[in-house]
Structures are given as structure tokens and as C-alpha cells.
């Protein structure tokens, strides 16, 4: 069994900048898992945002994150980072990281989750 604990959310202006950390723990690696971040804003459902594969680690990106965001991984620390850069008022929501063992932008493939990190935009 796999726990998930994201960190790092805070309340930034637009503009600025925050990296997310999402450490996994419970006598498991990571490293051949297909690690994700997803997000919910209020009254909105779930979304995709990026996902990273294992090692050499190809990254997926939501529309509405690519060229602002990027995701990486540190296998031996069993983290998963979500570099958030350029943040909107629409970037405010929950964040939450999840584990797989197949790629994919829904979150039906994901079989592990965090209880997520709240960010918020606003001047």
C-alpha cells in the first residue's frame, strides 16, 4: 500500500510562482509508476493537469497548463514535483498527485491519491 502526500500550496500572486511536492511513502517506489498531478477548482469537477512516465520520464500537459507548468520526478526520493510558473486566477484549485500503472489524462486510471494541496491566485 502507497501513501501520497502533496505539499507546498500557498497563496501566490498572479504571475508568480510555487513548486508542489508530492511524496510517496509505505514501503513503495515509485519508479515504475506513471505519477500524475491533477486539480479541482471550486464548484468544478477534477482535471488532468501532467503526468510524468517512468525513467527516461516522457511528461504529458493539460492545454491550459503547457509552457507554464513542468513536472519531474526524483525516483530515489520517491518525489513527484509539479513547477508551477506564470499562475492565474483560474489556476486556483485543489491539487492532488496520483499514482498508475497506466498513462493516461483520466482519472479513472489512477489507482493511488494524496488528499491534495490548495492553491490559490489572487492579488
Known amino acids: 500500500q502507497v501513501q501520497l502526500q502533496e505539499s507546498g500550496g500557498n497563496l501566490v500572486q498572479p504571475g508568480g510562482s510555487l513548486r508542489l511536492s508530492c511524496v510517496a511513502s509505505?514501503?513503495?517506489?515509485?519508479?515504475?509508476?506513471?505519477m500524475a498531478w491533477f486539480r479541482q477548482a471550486p464548484g468544478k469537477e477534477r482535471e488532468f493537469v501532467a503526468y510524468?512516465?517512468?525513467?527516461?520520464?516522457?511528461?504529458k500537459y493539460s492545454d491550459s497548463v503547457k509552457g507554464r507548468f513542468f513536472i519531474s520526478r526524483d525516483n530515489a526520493k520517491n518525489t513527484l514535483y509539479l513547477q508551477m510558473g506564470s499562475l492565474k486566477p483560474e489556476d486556483t484549485a485543489i491539487y492532488y498527485c496520483?499514482?498508475?500503472?497506466?498513462?493516461?489524462?483520466?482519472?479513472?486510471?489512477?489507482?493511488?491519491w494524496g488528499p491534495g494541496t490548495q492553491v490559490s491566485v489572487s492579488s
Open positions: 496520483a499514482r498508475s500503472v497506466v498513462a493516461g489524462i483520466s482519472e479513472e486510471y489512477y489507482e493511488d
Open positions: 509505505g514501503r513503495w517506489s515509485i519508479s515504475n509508476d506513471i
Open positions: 510524468i512516465t517512468m525513467s527516461p520520464g516522457y511528461a
